[in-house]
C-alpha cells in the first residue's frame, strides 16, 4: 500500500465518514437544541400546537445537515511533492497544505463508532497549526496505519551519516509499560477526586438551568428551597449525603481511568513513543522523539506513598496541539521512570549540587497575594455570612504556609546540557528540560527584585515555560549567558 | 573519529547584561502618547454615556466615583507609558536579538536567530505618521513564544527582519 503513486491521487474519505459526520453533526444539533426539543414535546403533548417548533427544528436540521453532507462530497486528501494536500467545503473552499517535515504527530483515533466500521480518523499536527483543522474524519484502519507509516517514512530526517554504508536493520518495537488492572485501580483510588465531583456538579447544575423551564413548578421550588432544607437537616443526613457524594466522584474518577486507560500499552518505536489504549473510544498517538521539550512528572500525595506517577510528555506544538500531544503516561513504579527519560535525556546525576530559590519569595507572594486576598475575602464575608467572618482568618495563614512549602520543596539541578527542577508542596512535581529545546530567554526583575539583586528567569519552549523563580541576579544572569552559548553553538534539532 | 570536549569557561562567555542596547526611536514616545490620548478619550466617553443612559448610576456620587477612578487610572498609564519609554531599548548580537522592556515588572528578552521560525515588520496609524515600525519574531509553538520590538524607525525595521531573514534561510537558500 505504501507507494507513493496510491497517496499522490486525491482520494476521498471512506463511506464510513459520511456516517460518521452526519452522527456527528446530529449529536452536535441534538446537544445544542435539547431544551428546544425537550420544550416542544412537552407543549405538544400539552397543546397539540406544533407548528412553530417543527419548522424550527426543520429549519436547524437543514443548516445542520446539508454542510455536513457538503464536507464529505468535496473531501479531498493526496500528497504532492513532499506536503499533504487537504482540499475541503464547496463553498468556501480551504486547501490546508502540510509540508511532510512539519508534521510532528500523527494521530490515529478510533471511535466507538468508528471500530464497528473498522475505520480511524487521522489527524496531524505540525508546529503553529493553532487554527488548522488538518484531519481526515474517516479511512479504513490499514490505509491509516499505512498513511501514518509512510509520512513518517518521508518526514524522518536521516539519522546515519554521509559516506557510510548504510544498513538499514529494522529495530523492533518494545512495549515499555503496560498497567494492569491493579495499577488502573490504583490510579482511580488515587485519582483526584474533587475534578469528578466539580464535574458532577456541572453536570447537575447545567442540567437543571436547562430544564428548570420545562420541569413542574413544585419540583423547581423544592430545588430552590434545598439549601434552606439541607440547613434544617439533621447532622446524620448531611454526612450521608456527603459520603454519597464522595462515593460517587470515586466511582466517577474509576470510570474515568479505565474508560481512557484501559488496554493501554507504551512503546518505544524507532522514531517515538507509541501510546495507545482506551475502553470505548481507542486512540493511539505517536509522539516522535524529537518534538518532546520537556518532561514532566507527578505524584500527589498519596500516589507518592505508594510510588506511582504521572509523566507528561511536553512536546511541541501549538496550544490544541499540545493539548492532544500532552500525553499523561501512568508510571506503576519510580523505576520506570529513567527508562521513559532516556530517550530524551540521561538523569541528571542525583551527586550534583541542589540549589534552591531566595526566601524573599514567601514575603513577597503573602505581601502581594495572600493578604489582599484574605481582606477581600474577609470584607465580603463580613457583609455578606457575618457569621463565617472567622473563616477569613484562617485563610492567611493557610496561604503563607503554601508559600513557604514552595520555598523549602523548590530545588533545581543544573548539568551541562539539562535543568531539573524538583518541586510538589507535599507530592513530587519534577521538570526535565535540555537547554537545546529552550527558544527564548527571560530575565524578569519586579522593582522588589530589582532592589534586591534578584531576579526570576523564564525558559520558553515550543511547548511552554519553564520557571525558575527568585534566585539571585547573579545566578539567572549566568544561567541565561551559559544557556544562549547552548543554544546557539549546537547543531541538535530541537523540533 | 576525533572527539574533543573542551572546558567551558563560563566567566568568558558573551554576556547579555555588558551588551550596549539601543534605545527604541525618541518619536514612539509621542505614538504611545497619542494613543494615551485616544484611549483616555474614548473611555471617557464610554463612561459618561454609561453614566446617562444607566438609571442606576444616574447620580452624583456614581459621577464621582466613576470620573476619580478614570482619572487615576488614566494618570498611572501617562506615567507608566513615560517610565517604560526609557528602559525600551534593543541590541544585535552575531547570534540573537535582545529587547529590554517594562517599568515595575522589567524584563530582557533574548531569542537566537536560529529559533526564530519567521518575522515580520507592522506599522500602526501613528507609527506611520512618525515613520516608525514594529519587528515581530515568532518562534514555534504557543504565541506566548515570541516578542515584538516596538518604536524602531522603519528602515531599521526591515534592516532588522532582512538581516533574521537571512540568517534563518536554510542553507543554501540564502538571499544575496
Redesign the interface.
Known amino acids: 500500500m505504501n507507494n507513493h503513486k496510491l497517496w499522490q491521487e486525491p482520494q476521498r474519505q471512506s463511506g464510513a465518514a459520511l456516517i460518521i459526520i452526519l452522527y456527528k453533526a446530529v449529536w452536535q444539533m441534538l446537544r445544542t437544541i435539547w431544551p428546544i426539543l425537550l420544550l416542544w414535546i412537552w407543549r405538544k403533548s400539552a397543546t397539540g400546537n406544533t407548528d412553530r417548533y417543527q419548522w424550527m427544528a426543520l429549519g436547524i436540521s437543514v443548516l445542520v445537515l446539508v454542510p455536513a453532507l457538503l464536507r464529505f462530497i468535496f473531501f479531498r486528501f493526496y500528497i504532492q511533492n513532499g506536503q499533504l494536500i487537504i482540499k475541503q467545503g464547496a463553498i468556501n473552499k480551504k486547501t490546508i497544505t502540510l509540508p511532510l517535515d512539519k508534521i510532528q504527530a500523527i494521530h490515529i483515533e478510533q471511535s466507538f463508532l468508528l471500530r464497528l466500521f473498522n475505520a480511524a480518523k487521522v489527524s496531524f499536527d505540525t508546529p503553529g497549526s493553532e487554527k488548522m483543522e488538518a484531519r481526515i474524519d474517516a479511512i479504513s484502519m490499514e490505509k491509516a496505519a499505512a498513511l501514518r507509516a509512510y509520512i513518517l517514512d518521508q518526514s524522518a530526517p536521516a539519522t546515519i551519516e554521509e559516506g557510510e554504508p548504510q544498513v538499514l536493520q529494522p529495530v523492533p518495537e518494545r512495549v515499555v509499560l503496560q498497567p494492569g488492572l491493579k495499577d488502573l485501580l490504583k490510579l482511580s483510588i488515587t485519582n483526584n477526586h474533587f475534578e469528578a465531583l466539580g464535574l458532577l456538579f456541572g453536570f447537575a447544575l447545567s442540567l437543571y438551568d436547562n430544564v428548570r423551564d420545562i420541569i413542574s413548578n413544585q419540583l423547581a421550588q423544592w430545588f430552590e428551597r434545598l439549601p434552606e432544607e439541607m440547613a434544617q437537616s439533621s447532622a446524620i443526613l448531611i454526612i450521608t449525603l456527603l459520603l454519597l457524594l464522595v462515593l460517587a466522584a470515586v466511582v466517577i474518577s474509576t470510570v474515568r481511568v479505565f474508560l481512557q486507560y484501559f488496554n493501554y500499552k507504551v512503546t518505544q518505536a524507532v522514531k517515538g513513543w507509541k501510546i495507545g489504549g482506551g475502553l470505548i473510544n481507542t486512540q493511539q498517538r505517536l509522539v516522535p522523539f524529537n518534538k518532546i521539550q520537556f518532561l514532566s512528572w507527578r505524584a500527589n500525595w498519596l500516589r507518592k506513598k505508594i510510588n506511582f506517577y504521572i509523566l507528561h510528555l511536553n512536546a511541541a506544538g501549538a496550544e490544541d496541539v499540545k493539548k492532544k500531544l500532552q500525553v499523561s503516561i501512568p508510571i506503576t513504579n519510580a523505576a520506570f521512570l529513567p527508562v521513559m527519560a532516556r530517550p530524551y535525556y540521561e538523569m541528571p546525576d542525583a551527586a550534583l549540587p541542589v540549589y534552591g530559590i531566595q526566601k524573599a519569595f514567601v514575603y513577597r507572594r503573602t505581601i502581594i497575594v495572600a493578604i489582599p486576598i484574605t481582606v477581600i475575602v474577609g470584607a465580603v464575608l463580613y457583609f455578606i455570612l457575618a457569621n463565617f467572618f472567622w473563616m477569613s482568618l484562617l485563610l492567611l495563614p493557610y496561604l503563607v504556609f503554601n508559600y513557604w512549602l514552595v520555598y523549602k520543596k523548590f530545588s533545581f539541578k543544573l548539568t551541562a546540557d539539562a535543568l531539573q527542577i524538583n518541586k510538589g508542596k507535599l507530592g513530587v512535581h519534577t521538570i526535565l528540560l535540555k537547554w537545546v529545546k529552550v527558544q527564548q530567554v527571560q530575565v524578569q526583575q519586579s522593582l522588589y527584585q530589582q532592589r534586591h539583586q534578584l531576579a526570576t528567569i523564564y525558559f520558553i519552549t515550543a511547548a511552554g515555560n519553564v520557571v525558575l523563580p527568585y534566585i539571585t541576579l547573579k545566578q539567572a544572569l549566568q544561567i541565561q549567558n551559559y544557556v544562549l552559548y547552548k543554544i546557539e553553538s549546537s547543531n541538535e534539532g530541537w523540533l | 573519529m576525533e572527539f574533543y570536549n573542551a572546558v567551558?569557561e563560563?566567566a568568558l562567555?558573551?554576556?547579555?547584561?555588558e551588551t550596549t542596547l539601543q534605545p527604541v526611536a525618541p518619536e514612539y514616545l509621542q505614538v504611545l502618547r497619542w494613543n494615551w490620548r485616544i484611549t483616555a478619550v474614548v473611555s471617557l466617553a464610554a463612561m459618561a454615556a454609561a453614566w446617562y443612559f444607566i438609571p442606576f448610576l444616574h447620580s452624583q456620587q456614581w459621577a464621582i466615583i466613576l470620573g476619580s477612578g478614570w482619572f487615576v487610572i488614566t494618570a498611572f498609564r501617562w506615567l507608566w507609558i513615560a517610565q517604560s519609554f526609557k528602559r525600551k531599548a534593543y541590541a544585535m548580537r552575531q547570534?540573537?536579538i535582545i529587547y529590554r522592556s517594562?517599568w515595575?515588572?522589567?524584563?530582557?528578552?533574548?531569542?537566537?536567530f536560529?529559533?526564530i521560525?519567521h518575522c515580520s515588520v507592522s506599522s500602526g496609524l501613528f507609527e506611520r505618521r512618525f515613520g516608525l515600525a514594529s519587528l515581530s519574531l515568532?518562534?514555534?509553538?504557543?504565541?506566548?513564544?515570541d516578542?515584538t520590538v516596538h518604536g524602531l524607525d522603519e528602515a531599521t525595521a526591515i534592516t532588522i527582519r532582512d538581516f533574521i531573514l537571512q540568517k534563518i534561510a536554510p542553507a543554501g537558500n540564502e538571499q544575496s
Open positions: 567551558v563560563t562567555l558573551p554576556k547579555v547584561e547570534h540573537d517594562g515595575i515588572i522589567q524584563e530582557t528578552q533574548v531569542c537566537p536560529n529559533r521560525q515568532y518562534t514555534a509553538g504557543t504565541n506566548e513564544a516578542f
